[in-house]
């Protein structure tokens, strides 16, 4: 079992920034992949970003150059800084700890982008 808590979602204008934390927790092996989903009111969920172990990263086409996943391999935690926030980056974001053929999800942190 892994365990992912979450935090770092709010409140936040349009044009600001949020950064988001997950770590992980329980059986953790060396190698797996971390990342970010979300899902808005009425849609399925999607994916953000995701990163390896090794630190490589897959983004939405729609979220690059905007949003940046990183990861603390020693705190086993995953970071997503979102800036230049948009109304319709409101959403519910889930992180995601995978490693075939397990995968966990988080409780997701809301993230709300409104004047």
């Known amino acids: 079992q892994v365990q992912l808590v979450e935090s770092g979602g709010g409140l936040v204008q349009p044009g600001g920034s949020l950064r988001l934390s997950c770590a992980a927790s329980?059986?953790?092996?060396?190698?797996?992949?971390m990342g970010w989903y979300r899902q808005a009111p009425g849609k399925q969920r999607e994916l953000v970003a995701t990163?390896?172990?090794?630190?490589?990263?897959n983004y939405a086409d729609s979220l690059k150059g905007r949003f940046t996943i990183s990861r603390d391999n020693a705190k086993n935690t995953v970071y997503l800084q979102m800036n230049s926030l948009k109304p319709e980056d409101t959403a519910v974001y889930y992180c995601?700890?995978?490693?075939?053929?397990?995968?966990?999800w988080g409780q997701g942190t809301q993230v709300t982008v409104s004047s």
């Open positions: 995601n700890w995978h490693r075939a053929p397990y995968a966990y």
């Open positions: 329980g059986n953790i092996f060396t190698i797996y992949t």
């Open positions: 990163i390896t172990s090794s630190g490589g990263t």
